[in-house]
């Protein structure tokens, strides 16, 4: 049996802008993130399927300009009048949907930060629309946002994230088990995400190398991360 040895070693995840994958599913996203200055009103929202890079690229822009970065959650306790006065991220904003000090937290934001002329880039995983917003006037302004959507990975941009993420783990799967799970793992950023910390684990428990037969094994156990 194939065996290594192996650390729990701590994950650093690269989140630079030559760190970020730029493929046709996320080039047009990437093109409006480093053009803050043609947002209609200074307001951006960005989505895309879980693990697309949101994240990344919000600190990608954020590190451009100094902007402040928070979760959707933090904006009622907030202070908002700071916030507008400068850049700012919202991150995940449809997961907070319904909840109306949020909703109230951010409408005061958008109003603020136009009045002040700073700029608004929010998060999420779907166009405004479907996010069940209940204030109608943050619903109004949100939606006459621009939208920058990164789309579905193709297998080269599914290729170069995987591989990103054995690196951020300071991993190096072999050349067969790569091949394998690029033939058969869901076509999707969370799966390629989830396959990495569980081959992650997987290795680390066993002492084995991330093989071809590791992999069989992931593909055993967790048969949703394939297609």
């Keep these: 049996m194939d065996r290594q040895l192996h650390f729990d070693l701590p994950r650093r995840e ?3 802008r030559a760190d970020f994958v730029v493929a046709e599913a996320n080039a047009l996203a990437l093109a409006l993130i480093d053009r803050p200055g043609d947002w209609p009103q200074g307001r951006l929202v960005l989505t895309g399927p879980e693990g697309a890079g949101k994240s990344h690229l919000v600190r990608v822009w954020a590190a451009s300009g100094g902007a402040t970065i928070l979760p ?3 904006l009622p306790d907030a202070d908002i009048p700071r916030l507008a006065a400068g850049d700012t991220a919202v991150e995940d904003l449809d997961r907070s949907a319904g909840q109306r000090a949020v909703e109230e937290a951010m409408f005061h934001l958008l109003n603020l930060a ?4 700073g700029r608004v880039l929010v998060t999420a995983r779907t166009p405004p629309r479907d996010w069940g917003l209940t204030l109608p006037d943050l619903l109004s302004r949100i939606s006459a946002a621009q939208v920058a959507r990164i789309e579905a990975p193709d297998d080269t941009l599914l290729s170069a994230v995987l591989m990103k993420h054995f690196a951020d783990r300071q991993l190096a799967p072999t050349p067969d088990a790569m091949a394998w ?3 058969r793992l869901a076509r999707r950023f969370d799966a390629v995400a989830e396959a990495a910390e569980r081959l992650d684990r997987m290795a680390l428990a066993s002492g084995r190398s ?3 037969a590791l992999v069989r094994d992931l593909a055993a156990t967790a048969p949703h991360l394939f297609e």
Excluded: P
Excluded at 114 to 117: Q, T, V, Y
């Design 14 to 16: 690269a989140l630079g």
């Design 72 to 74: 959707a959650t933090d």
């Design 114 to 117: 136009a009045a002040e002329g």
């Design 181 to 183: 799970l690029l033939t």
């Design 210 to 212: 991330i093989n071809r």
